[in-house]
């Protein structure tokens, strides 16, 4: 597997695997209707291409064969969905296709932020994760996370509560 930064050259398949990584994993949960907005606005090119062009978000694909199979997305500063505290990273997604969960993919993105963060001496990463999302909740306390608030979270026209986490770092 190869985990490598994502540039406006892949804002294609960027669309591709986070439309069919977010169908695939919250489709079953949440209407028709729902998703089809929430898809169309987050995954459109112009707001993937604000958003990987924007200096506090980075982006990574994990590759294995040669074939996307997940990616990453980080936040800092004014591009964090919530804290905005210069002292922190989010880590706003981690999706990876349901036939490579379980393989580690996941833990090999989470790395990476780690990494990232550790090396930009943040005091803390922090996320929002579905209250749902019970698999994702519990990778996050595997990996030494803990809940320390909650917000909401709009799915097209459904108003969801996300749990929010944090690993402090210092």
């Not at 090119?45 to 990453?72: A, C, M, R, W």
């Not at 990463?125 to 996050?140: C, T």
């Amino acid at each position: 597997m190869k985990i490598r930064k994502i540039t406006l050259n892949d804002i294609q398949e960027l669309k591709k695997i986070g439309i069919y990584t977010f169908t695939e994993t919250f489709s079953s949960q949440n209407s028709k209707e729902d998703m089809t907005q929430y898809l169309e606005s987050q995954f459109s090119i112009e707001n993937l291409k604000t958003q990987l062009t924007d200096p506090n978000s980075d982006f990574f694909f994990v590759e294995h064969d040669g074939k996307t199979i997940g990616y990453l997305k980080i936040n800092l500063g004014a591009a964090q969905t919530d804290i905005k505290d210069e002292n922190a990273l989010e880590i706003e997604r981690i999706y990876v296709i349901k036939a490579y969960q379980g393989q580690k993919t996941g833990q090999k993105l989470f790395n990476k932020a780690l990494e990232i963060a550790e090396k930009l001496n943040v005091d803390f990463v922090w996320l929002g994760v579905w209250e749902k999302n019970f698999k994702a909740i519990q990778f996050y306390k595997k990996n030494g996370f803990i809940e320390f608030n909650r917000h909401s979270f709009k799915l097209g026209n459904d108003l969801q509560t996300d749990i929010m986490m944090k690993l402090n770092l210092s």
